[in-house]
């Protein structure tokens, strides 16, 4: 784990990366990645399977929320699904009911929520990963970790080709056959592969140069073809 990463940040990012790896099995786990849409922000970790990108933003026990909904809408952008991993400090006091009751106080029940948020993850995953039902033959809304099903034909978001440096781009360019030359500019190259290609090819090419890409903090790259 980098030094300036909390230990309280590594155990929740440790669970999310595990859970990871169990629903996308192909995908190749970043962490810390860049990206610009909507502002700069980095992604904490990104699972990128063949043609699938998972973002995920995690809030440890000693981080606030004040900045999540630029760094969702940030993820947005260039993701299919989105995760906001939160820290259980973050839940909020609601009355309920028996079935779904954390605990019960001077008579009414009451279970602990996710806070209002003003952004809209696909899921929020609480740490640690529990059910918190005060009867076992209660729900619990919070457990298990929800993901979505894979997404096999659907594009990436327009800000995701953002995620790409020039030097990948510029390979993009030619697996797919769009003219680029050593002058063409990042902008260029973005609005010759919009232009000339589909969301299918792009999806699968801005999957294939992140798998490929060599990270500090990563798997293995992936050499694929785009």
Known sequence: MPAYRSSAEGEIREAVVARLRERRPDARIIHEINVSTYGPNR???LAVSPTE?????????????DRLPAQVGAMR?????????????FLVEKPTNRGAAHYKRDGLFY????PDLDCRPDSVW????????????????LAPWQLATAKF????PAGAIDLLWRDELAWLCGSLGVAASRRTN???????LRWNCTGREITKGICTALRRRICTEADPAIEEAA
């Open 153 to 156: 034909d659907a594009p990436l």
């Open 77 to 89: 952008g260039c993701a299919h699904q989105v995760i906001a991993a939160l820290h259980e400090k």
């Open 43 to 45: 992604i904490d970790v």
């Open 53 to 65: 990108i998972i973002a995920v933003e995690v809030k440890s026990s000693k981080d606030k929320l």
């Open 126 to 141: 609480v740490f640690p990963e529990i059910k918190r039902n005060m009867h076992e033959d209660g729900w619990c809304h």
């Open 111 to 114: 279970l602990r929520s996710t």
């Open 186 to 192: 990042m902008g260029e190259m973005v609005s010759a």
